[in-house]
Nanobody
Framework: QVQLKESGGGLVQPGGSLRLSCTAS????????TGWYRQAPGKPRELVAA???GGDRRTLDSVKDRFFISRDGASLQMNSLKVEDTAVYYC?????????????WGQGTQVTVSS
């Protein structure tokens, strides 16, 4: 079974930067979208940024001009971090292979923004 693993999370001061990375245990084919989600305590999981193989991007309004997803979706550059960005961040890869849809999730990496 494919496993995704996020890395790069940690504690950072407001205004700081982090770069999250997502690695897969095996090569994936049939990818349709790669995305980063986050979930803060007591809040629902929300999409932060996503990108398709064709380059179509979608970014959460509150992080536009601060967060940038890489072309392959495997990394998320987060700049000018705010306290409200504190959450567990997850990577997700969705697609279709051999006639079946798939959606793989990582276990998440904690990002804490605090002074």
């Amino acid at each position: 079974q494919v496993q995704l693993k996020e890395s790069g999370g940690g504690l950072v001061q407001p205004g700081g930067s982090l770069r999250l990375s997502c690695t897969a245990s095996e090569m994936l084919v049939g990818i349709r979208v790669t995305g980063w989600y986050r979930q803060a305590p007591g809040k629902p999981r929300e999409l932060v940024a996503a990108i398709t193989p064709g380059g179509d991007r979608r970014t959460l309004d509150s992080v536009k001009d601060r967060f940038f997803i890489s072309r392959d979706g495997a990394s998320l550059q987060m700049n000018s971090l705010k306290v409200e960005d504190t959450a567990v961040y997850y990577c997700m890869v969705g697609g279709r292979e051999d006639g079946s849809d798939f959606e793989h999730w990582g276990q998440g990496t904690q990002v804490t923004v605090s002074s």
